[in-house]
């Protein structure tokens, strides 16, 4: 994936091979030889099954704006995945969304995936903003956005927009 790897304190990032993508959820073995670490039994989540299609088809210098693998260093296991909704629009503004395996949750690692991701993503040429939703009542993702330092900008629905700052 041209080498690009973000390494935080405990966790590296890496955009999710378009091979890997096209090999899940079935193809476990092989995806977990593309990505070179071990998967957690609870990766993929539903959530992301929808998108891995659209990542399987993408040209491996695109992934970087779909989905990155979160891999916890100290056993490199896949525990969770971060990662944008497309490149960039037209005024620059990216969506960020992320997701931890249910046995790595509340060690912060979303809050240091997405630093890291969005630290990254800010450096890009053509990125101006980093906007996300995320559900009223997920109290985690809420605390994990004020964290890293979005600010709400208002409500859809049920669905609370952030934009950082």
């Known amino acids: 994936m041209n080498g690009l790897r973000l390494d935080t304190e ?6 999710l091979d378009p091979a890997a993508a096209a090999a899940l959820p079935d193809g476990r073995i092989s995806a977990a030889q593309v990505i070179g670490a071990e998967l957690s039994a609870d990766w993929p989540g539903r959530d992301l099954l929808d998108v891995l299609p659209m990542q399987a088809s993408l040209a491996p210098v695109q992934a970087h704006y779909g989905v990155w693998v979160v891999l916890e260093r100290a056993t490199n296991t896949v525990v969770g995945d971060i990662g944008f909704f497309g490149p960039p629009d037209s005024d620059g503004t990216l969506q960020v969304g992320y997701s931890i395996v249910l046995d790595r949750r509340r060690r912060g690692y979303a809050t240091e995936a997405a630093r890291a991701l969005v630290g990254w993503a800010l450096e890009q040429p053509n990125v101006r903003t980093i906007v996300a939703g995320c559900d ?3 109290q985690p993702s809420i605390r994990t956005l004020e964290r890293v330092g979005f600010s709400r900008t208002g409500r859809v629905e049920r669905q609370l927009r952030w934009r950082y700052q």
């Open 10 to 15: 405990r966790l590296a990032l890496l955009p």
């Open 136 to 138: 009223e009542d997920n």
